[in-house]
Each structure stands twice: as C-alpha cells, then as structure tokens.
C-alpha cells in the first residue's frame, strides 16, 4: 500500500499595517512548500513501502517471456488477460525447482513484491513455483522423458541384452526393504546355485541417486557379476522420484553390463524403467527374468529329447511297414524266402540302432546333466584349494629329494674325507713320526743333505722342534 503523502505548510508573518479580518485574531496565509524528489530517492522510497507491505504474496498466471540466463536466475513475466507482471527466481531458488518453466504453462508463485532501481518496473522476487493443476514432478517426469527420448537413449537399437545364464547378479538396492527379501526367496526356490552380490543403496531420499549411480559404477569398474537389478518396492510419485533423476539415467545408459530396472508395482514407471536394458514389473519378477533364461533352456532340451524319440519311433514304424508291404508284393514273392530269411537281421539293426540312439541320448543327458553339475558346483576356492595341496605336496618331494641328496653327498664327502685323512702325511705324524725339514724348507730323507752343525726342523704331530745336527749316521 502506497502511503499519502502530506502537504508541507509554513506559516507567513504578515508586515506591519496587516489589517486582521476578526478583531483578536492574527490574520495567517498558508501555501504549499514544493519537495524535488530524485528518480533514485522516490523510486528507493516507493519499494521501500511495497517490500513492508507486500513481504509474502501467492500470484497466479501464465508464463511468457520465459529467459534463462547464464548466471542461473530465472526471468519471465505473469500474465493474465491484459495484466502482467515481472518475475525473478534467483539462481540458489531456481536450483529447487522440481521442474523446468515454459512459456505457456500455468503457474502459481509466491515471493515479495519489489521494484527493480534500473527500470523502474514492479517486479515479484519468486521463491517458490509450483504448476497449476498438474504436480511439479509429474511435470519434470515428463519433461526429462522428452528430452531423453530425443536424444535416442530410449531407443531399443542401443539396449543390451540379457545373458542367458548368469554366473552372478548384482542387486542395487536397500538391505534392509522388502524387496531384496523377496527376490532371494525367488532365486534361492528357483535356482539355489545363483551367486548374488548386493551393492547397498538409499532408494528414497535425497542422496538416494547418487548412492544408485555409485553401485552401478561399481559394478562395472569391477565386472564381478553379469547383470545388474535395480531394485525399489512400492510407493509414491515422491517416493519414487530419485529414480526420476537424469544424472542416474545417464549413467544407466552409459553402463556396459545390461541393467534390469525393477522399481515399484507394475503400475509405476520411471525415467530409469525407460532408459533400462529391460524393465520388470516388480522387484521379485526381476528375479524370475534373471533364470527364466535358464529354465527355458532346459525345457527346451526336455522337448528336443521328446521329438527325437518319438521321430525315431515314426521311422521305424515307416520302414517296417514299407518292408511288408514290399514283403506282400507278387513281383517279390521270388525272393520271399530271402527276405524272411534276413529280416532277423534287419530286427537286429532296429535294435542296435534304437539302442545307440538310447545311449546318445544318455549321453547327452550325461553330459548337460555334467554341465549343470559343473555350472553350480564350479567353486574357484575347491580349484585353488587343489592346486595348493598339489603345490606343498610337490614341495614336500622336493623338499625329500633334496635331503636324500644331501644326506649321499655328505656320506661320499665323508668317505672321501677319511680316505684323505689315510693319505695324509699329518695322519703318519699322528702314529709317532716326523718330518725334518733343511733351513730352506726342503724336506730331508738323506743325512747328507743336513751336514754337521745344520739347522734342521722336525714337523711333529703337535709343534715342531728345532735342533742342530751334532752327528750323523747313514744305513748301509
């Protein structure tokens, strides 16, 4: 409310000789005093007042004008038949937006009524803006459905397909929901053998596509399973919105594992359903995608079983009546007695022949009875286990081989040693004898080479003695 604004009076004293028009009254003259307002002061004063007065209104029209700028705020204009009105959404409130404003759409918001100083222009600051009629998320459901179907991640020429028999399955989902329960209750009936890692997750809430996109990167930077579930029970549009996100949806195409999306009822889609690999129902028909592979492959060669046998049995049928029928033919009767003759032979054919199919189909049924042993027995721990033990088992016979070996060795060293040892001049010094050595160091075995008065050194067992030839005496 724009407040009135006052006259400014002043009085003026009248000069002298003023005539009064009463007796015993001052005579007074009172005229307006002009204020000069700025632009900028009377602009400031009027929003001023409208800020006090208009703090939080609701306005309801049309969006036109509508005019994203690069700093994220939010610009268009109201309309109303032939009214409007200048509308901003700062950039930290355009971020909150559950949907994308159009022209054309109807809108109700709500902010504060001010005036914008560069124009002049009555303008309403929006904080919040929610459509008319139809919910803000359904709205941005649609939005966001549009503009990735252009961009052809909807298409199905770019969906991958579901392996046949997985070896494991990642689920992203809550832990705790009744979803997971539901799913490993079908798998654990269905397929007892199937390996299940689950990738924990918040499937509502704020932080709820982030924590989903992170178990599908995980999944894919580790490429431990073959197929990825994300799974979600029941509940509202809002429950359900954080599968409504685009930056989850990318991420979901951008996966190179296939991605199953299995959120809600049957009822419920979301932009994750649309960009997934397949989509299932609910969360426990997920589980029966998975193995539905499985079990149709093993119906399949339950039927292929039948069909032979009972092609097998049509054709024999087929030839043993096209043989009688030969067999009754006049222009055969010559050679009745030959055929007759062989047919025991021709039965004995039938036989082995009937009897080598039985076995091929044995062992076919041997042989995928194996693989399917194998498929759920395969255990990598059992192999390495068995490697271990064929490792240390080797290792224990190297470890013999190697002590035996010492052990001769060190019997022949000993042998060798006592041996040297017989040989050994120090083992002839041990039994009482010596070994006399000149002052050069040459061994003497003659007493002419140590005259009188030579220096000679005896080698003992223990020590050595030195003495000087006094006397010498040589054998005859």
């Not at 069909?307 to 054709?315: A, F, M, P, Q």
């Not at 490697?387 to 060798?416: F, I, K, P, W, Y």
Request: net charge positive.
């Amino acid at each position: 409310m724009i407040p009135a604004f006052s006259k400014c009076y002043t009085a003026i004293v009248p000069p002298t000789g003023f005539q009064q028009e009463e007796e015993g009254q001052l005579g007074f003259t009172f005229q307006p005093v002009r204020r000069v307002w700025t632009v900028r002061d009377l602009v400031a004063t009027v929003r001023t007042a409208l800020e006090r007065e208009y703090t939080d209104v609701w306005v309801e029209g049309e969006i036109s004008n509508f005019r994203p700028s690069d700093s994220g705020h939010l610009y268009f204009t109201l309309k109303d038949g032939d009214s409007q009105l200048r509308v901003v959404i700062f950039r930290m409130q355009a971020r909150l937006l559950r949907f994308r404003p159009d022209n054309g759409l109807a809108v109700i918001a709500r902010g504060r009524i001010t005036i914008y100083e560069g124009r002049g222009e009555l303008q309403l600051v929006a904080e919040y803006l929610e459509p008319k009629g139809a919910g803000a998320l359904q709205i941005a459901f649609e939005q966001l459905k549009q503009k990735l179907a252009a961009e052809g991640l909807f298409d199905a020429s770019r969906k991958k397909p579901v392996p046949v028999l997985p070896r494991c399955i990642g689920i992203v989902t809550s832990p705790r929901g009744a979803a997971i329960q539901d799913m490993l209750n079908i798998l654990r009936r269905r397929h007892s053998d199937a390996q299940v890692m689950i990738y924990p997750a918040q499937v509502q809430g704020e932080t709820a596509a982030t924590e989903v996109s992170a178990g599908i990167r995980y999944f894919n930077r580790r490429r431990n399973v073959d197929v990825i579930v994300i799974a979600r029970g029941g509940g509202s549009l809002e429950d359900m919105a954080s599968f409504n996100d685009e930056g989850l949806a990318r991420i979901i195409a951008a996966s190179e594992l296939p991605v199953i999306s299995a959120i809600g009822h049957e009822t419920d889609f979301t932009i994750a359903d649309f960009v997934a690999d397949l989509r299932a129902p609910t969360p426990s028909a997920a589980a029966e995608l998975v193995i539905a592979a499985r079990q149709h492959l093993e119906e399949q060669l339950r039927a292929l079983q039948r069909r032979l046998e009972h092609g097998i049995r049509y054709g024999l049928s087929l030839h043993r009546r096209r043989w009688n029928e030969l067999g009754g033919e006049r222009a055969f009767s010559r050679i009745l007695d030959t055929i007759r003759r062989r047919q025991q032979r021709m039965d004995d054919l039938a036989y082995r022949l009937t009897t080598a199919q039985r076995r091929l189909l044995d062992r076919q049924r041997r042989r995928v009875e194996i693989a399917a042993t194998r498929v759920r027995h395969h255990d990598l721990r059992r192999l390495l286990a068995g490697m271990r033990r064929e490792r240390d088992a080797r290792v224990s016979q190297l470890g013999a081989a190697m002590r035996n070996s010492l052990l001769r060795r060190t019997g022949r060293l000993e042998q060798l040693t006592a041996r040297l040892q017989t040989l050994s001049p120090l083992g002839i010094l041990q039994r009482g004898y010596a070994l006399v050595f000149d002052p050069k160091g040459r061994l003497i075995k003659s007493p002419d080479q140590a005259p009188v008065g030579t220096t000679i050194n005896a080698r003992l067992a223990h020590g050595s003695i030195h003495a000087t030839v006094t006397s010498r005496k040589k054998d005859s």
